[in-house]
């Protein structure tokens, strides 16, 4: 017994060490060290597979790791958004663009499903709005090099996709989808929601007051998942509650002024602030070095090889670019490279996967195009943003060669 734990243990802190080597590999190439940990669970998969050792990953601890990823990733994000006057251009752009976006994918991916799986649209509605969901869990870690606006962008757009693909999913998934019962509970979900996330906000600023000692951020995140999870089980967007959070923690200091600056202090703000930003960073590189390990272990290689998987991944990815492309360039009228290619699907696609009801469930579809579209669209990230650092490398040595 003493001997199977200590290997646990070496296992474990090896694993760790990976990532972190992950990372530094990450920056420099530009890289995003997730699909470093998802090859590196597949490689460790195929390995086990050859010494016939069998280790099951479970549904349940994967959903458990990607739910905490999900909220801490979110947290970290919005933890660095500072709110200004210049940046309310780039917030409604993003908005529309995290909304405009994923309707429209859902849309197109649901009707690809239907012509190769021959699917119903309401059957595959479901599994198209999970694959239309931008993964701030893979987007936001792997921008952190790009210049100020275009990092900011990512945040928000793929902070929002995330919450209005919760949103729109819970919608899906009901028993009438144009009914005037249905589209009233969807917004009256996000008012809802906002009304929460705005009270619970000014109840935990208000707790930063009487809080002693240095054991306060465990607090606090235990606050912030019960206050999601309760949200959750009332269906509700919850995750925005998170990003809310995050931003009033991070934007508050300017406006507390007379009576506000008495109950909120500043200085305790900005303690618990730093605190925080510390605790999450290291805490979701954490969550996220196991979850995306164990997602790549669970990956059964023999399914994303079928013809039927390639055809209709490929197909969906395409669409994704396409959709993308068109709204950058004529509809948004933003950047395009390298925003287009960051459009990776990754966790909250299996989270949402591994919320389909039963009765929405069917046989038709493949496991495998969900790993085909995962790893296929972080690929395409990972190459645009390698080619956009090249082009910007070189712009800057003909900018040299110019002013010499």
């Known amino acids: 017994m003493i001997f199977d734990t200590y290997y646990i243990l070496i296992a474990l802190s090896v694993l760790v060490i990976l990532s972190y080597f992950f990372n530094i590999i990450a920056d420099r190439l530009k890289i995003p060290s997730v699909i470093l940990l998802i090859v590196s669970g597949i490689l460790f998969k195929i390995g086990a597979d050859f010494i016939q050792f069998d280790f099951p990953v479970s549904r349940t601890v994967l959903e458990i790791l990607g739910v905490m990823g999900l909220i801490l990733i979110v947290l970290e994000g919005s933890l660095d958004l500072k709110i200004t006057p210049d940046k309310r251009q780039i917030i409604k752009k993003s908005m529309l663009a995290a909304t405009l976006m994923l309707f429209t994918t859902t849309v197109a ?37 790009l210049e100020p606006n275009k990092k900011d962008f990512i945040i928000y757009e793929s902070s ?51 809080l002693k000692g240095h054991i306060k951020v465990f607090l606090i995140l235990s606050i912030l998942i019960l206050v999601y999870s309760l949200s959750k089980q009332l269906h509700l967007p919850s995750l925005f509650f998170i990003l809310v959070f995050g ?62 998987v390639m055809l209709t991944g490929s197909l969906v990815i395409l669409m994704i670019l396409i959709i993308r492309y068109l709204f950058l360039r ?5 950047n395009v490279y390298p925003e287009v290619f960051i459009a990776p699907r990754g966790l909250i696609t299996i989270i949402l996967f591994y919320s389909i009801p039963s009765h929405l469930t069917t046989d038709k579809f493949n496991e495998g195009v969900l790993s085909f579209v ?31």
């Open 109 to 145: 991916i649901a009707l690809i499903l239907g012509y190769t799986l021959d699917m119903s649209f309401k059957q595959s509605l479901p599994y198209a709005v999970a694959m239309g969901v931008i993964s701030s869990a893979i987007a936001i870690p792997s921008v952190n090099k």
């Open 160 to 210: 929002f996709s995330d919450i209005i693909g919760i949103m729109l999913f819970n919608y899906v998934i009901s028993e009438e989808l144009l009914s005037i019962v249905t589209v009233g509970t969807f917004f009256g979900n996000l008012v809802l929601i906002s009304l929460i996330s705005v009270i619970c906000t000014i109840l935990i600023l208000l707790l930063f007051k009487y």
């Open 247 to 308: 931003l009033v923690l991070n934007n508050a200091e300017p406006y507390l002024q007379g009576w506000l600056k008495k109950y909120l202090q500043p200085e305790k703000l900005l303690e618990v602030n730093m605190e925080l930003k510390t605790m999450t960073a290291e805490l979701a590189f954490l969550i996220r070095t196991f979850f995306f390990l164990l997602f790549g272990f669970s990956i059964d290689i023999s399914l994303i090889v079928l013809e039927p």
């Open 330 to 334: 004529f509809i948004s009228k933003t």
């Open 374 to 404: 995962i790893l296929g669209s972080g690929l395409i990230m990972m190459f645009g943003l390698i080619f956009s650092k090249k082009n910007v490398n070189s712009e800057n040595e003909l900018e040299s060669e110019h002013v010499l």
